[in-house]
């Protein structure tokens, strides 16, 4: 068996791929984070997304329940918003009638 000497050469040779080595394993590095970001944002817009569609049916449901429209109600919703004045309410409002008395009341 014979060992070769290292030369100066094979010496800068190496400690060039060792330099690619470390520059690749830090752009792998940050690639993985970017990815892990990624998926993280995916994630959070997933969960947002049910949260918005858990809500548009509550709403429908609750519109429909009421027998309101609910092209109506989205309408409405979206006006408020971009005019910035009170949005339309999902709590149902009874309308109340005043009260009248059949018989006139007969002071003595």
Do not use: Y
């Not at 060792?18 to 752009?27: H, M, Y």
């Not at 984070?33 to 994630?43: F, H, N």
Request: aromatic share 4%; charged share 20%; glycine share 4%.
């Amino acid at each position: 068996m014979t060992v070769e000497r290292w030369n100066d050469g094979m010496l800068d040779e190496f400690a060039s791929s060792v330099t690619e080595l470390r520059e690749s394993t830090t752009e792998l590095r940050e690639s993985v984070s970017e990815v892990k970001d990624g998926i993280d944002g995916l994630r959070i817009t997933a969960q947002a997304l049910l949260q918005l569609a858990a809500r548009m049916l509550t709403i429908n449901h609750s519109l429909k329940l009421q027998g309101r429209s609910v092209l109506d109600f989205l309408t409405q919703s979206c006006l408020a918003a971009r005019l910035g004045i009170q949005h339309p309410s999902l709590i149902p409002t009874v309308q109340q009638t005043p009260l009248q008395n059949p018989r006139p009341l007969i002071f003595l």
